[in-house]
T-cell receptor
Framework: DAGVTQSPTHLIKTRGQHVTLRCSPISGHKSVSWYQQVLGQGPQFIFQ???????GRGNFPDRFSARQFPNYSSELNVNALLLGDSALYLCASSRTYRSNEQFFGPGTRLTVL | QQQVKQSPQSLIVQKGGISIINCAYENTAFDYFPWYQQFPGKGPALLIAIRPDVSEKKEGRFTISFNKSAKQFSLHIMDSQPGDSATYFCAASYYFIIQGAQKLVFGQGTRLTINP
């Protein structure tokens, strides 16, 4: 069975630009959560999506947004990129929004210059 | 209150030894405590997890010990092998009722090195 997939693997952007990252959850999983992992730290919760609705948001500005599609895949969008947005962006898949088990994808490494 | 504190930051263990990583939390709303293993350039992989009504869980060489009254839990890796060298994260999960979301809060991570 395929695990969580994310694209692209790496991305380099400049300050002020916009970026879109993509995630496909495990087959049968309906919830996708996004996390930001800055180098040397643990992942930080950005938000969770279930049935195309945002279920919760962490302490991140409105520049961060996402959407979930009917096939449960998801896109993370970040506007007006800052140098501090450089991080590994992780997508986690779970069966429902109440599921404790979350399975992570390989991540997208975003570098903002 | 939403923090999970993890120690040590780094750990070096000889092959065959026992690796021990500790975590502490404050929020009693946490109801699930997973450990993740992360290799460089990869996403975290779920290793083992425990619920607060259980004091110990063992899967192969990996054991979680959980002390509910002390709000502490730890990961023990028995017979540590060079292939276990990775960064380990403890985490705690809770259901945030107001937002209707299941959130994972991670510790800061422990970089484990197993010397051959």
């Amino acid at each position: 069975d395929a695990g969580v997939t994310q694209s692209p693997t790496h991305l380099i952007k400049t300050r002020g630009q916009h970026v879109t990252l993509r995630c496909s959850p495990i087959s049968g999983h309906k919830s996708v959560s996004w996390y930001q992992q800055v180098l040397g730290q643990g992942p930080q919760f950005i938000f969770q999506y279930y049935e195309k609705e945002e279920r919760g948001r962490g302490n991140f500005p409105d520049r961060f947004s996402a959407r979930q599609f009917p096939n449960y895949s998801s896109e993370l969008n970040v506007n007006a990129l800052l140098l501090g947005d450089s991080a590994l962006y992780l997508c986690a898949s779970s069966r429902t929004y109440r599921s404790n088990e979350q399975f992570f994808g390989p991540g997208t490494r975003l570098t903002v210059l | 209150q939403q923090q999970v504190k993890q120690s040590p930051q780094s750990l070096i263990v000889q092959k065959g030894g026992i690796s021990i990583i500790n975590c502490a939390y404050e929020n009693t709303a946490f109801d699930y405590f997973p450990w993740y293993q992360q290799f460089p350039g990869k996403g975290p992989a779920l290793l083992i997890a425990i619920r607060p009504d259980v004091s110990e869980k063992k899967e192969g060489r990996f054991t979680i010990s959980f002390n509910k009254s002390a709000k502490q839990f730890s990961l023990h890796i028995m017979d540590s092998q060079p292939g276990d060298s990775a960064t380990y994260f403890c985490a705690a999960s809770y259901y945030f009722i107001i937002q209707g979301a299941q959130k994972l809060v991670f510790g800061q991570g422990t970089r484990l090195t197993i010397n051959p």
